[in-house]
């Protein structure tokens, strides 16, 4: 049972250019999560999917960036017009359906590290 | 005030210390509790959960204080390989009666041989 793939590992952009980030969740999870780590910091969220539906994107800055969880495919988190300040590490996050709130583990991806030029 | 809070350290400790962490948090409605583990430059990995009054994992025992909103890690007997951050995550209901988890920026952990 793969675990929650992400790719790529590693993307460089130059500034204007567009990044799309994939995940791929753990099989049979259906909910999936996006995080944005900068050096030394914390996880900050971003944004709670489940398929072809956006529940929480209260982490998600307003312009340029946006998320889809297709009913087929990976989740893709794409930004807009890439500029240095959103070089940083994007975590994406799993978890099975039905879990309740005593129990709702999240299994995190290898992570895609963004680079701005 | 932060929805989790954690002293970012970093704590040094000699090998075969014990070490505790503390993490707060705000929202009184919380219902679960995590402890993960990241390596630099890696992602977090699950390392305990906190359902009720605590629970013990070999030298890792996680404690919860509802009463005072934190749960604590303690490490017995620290190993080099221990060295790594530890956050800690929250997880309760938001505004838009979703689950949501909260993590703490994290604690650092150096073991020193």
């Known amino acids: 049972n793969a675990g929650v793939m992400q790719n790529p590992r590693h993307l460089v952009r130059r500034r204007g250019q567009e990044a799309r980030l994939r995940c791929s969740p753990m099989k049979g999870h259906s909910h999936v999560y996006w995080y944005r780590q900068l050096p030394e910091e914390g996880l900050k969220f971003m944004v709670y999917l489940q398929k072809e539906n956006i529940i929480d994107e209260s982490g998600m800055p307003k312009e340029r960036f946006s998320a889809e969880f297709p009913k087929e495919g990976p989740s893709i988190l794409r930004i807009q017009q890439v500029v240095r300040g959103d070089s940083a590490a994007y975590f994406c996050a799993s978890s099975p359906p039905g879990q309740t709130l005593a129990k709702n583990i999240q299994y995190f991806g290898a992570g895609t590290r963004l680079s701005v030029l | 005030r932060k929805e989790v809070e954690q002293d970012p350290g970093p704590f040094n400790v000699p090998e075969g210390a014990t070490v505790a962490f503390n993490c707060t948090y705000s929202?009184?409605?919380?219902?679960?509790f995590f402890w993960y583990r990241q390596d630099c430059r890696k992602e977090p990995k699950l390392l305990m959960s906190v359902y009720s009054s605590g629970n013990e994992d070999g030298r890792f025992t996680a404690q919860l204080n509802r009463a005072s909103q934190y749960i604590s890690l303690l490490i017995r007997d620290s190993k080099l390989s221990d060295s790594a951050t530890y956050l800690c995550a929250v997880n309760g209901m938001n505004s838009g009666g979703y689950q949501k988890v909260t993590f703490g920026t994290g604690t650092k952990l150096q073991v020193i041989p």
């Open positions: 929202n009184s409605a919380s219902q679960s």
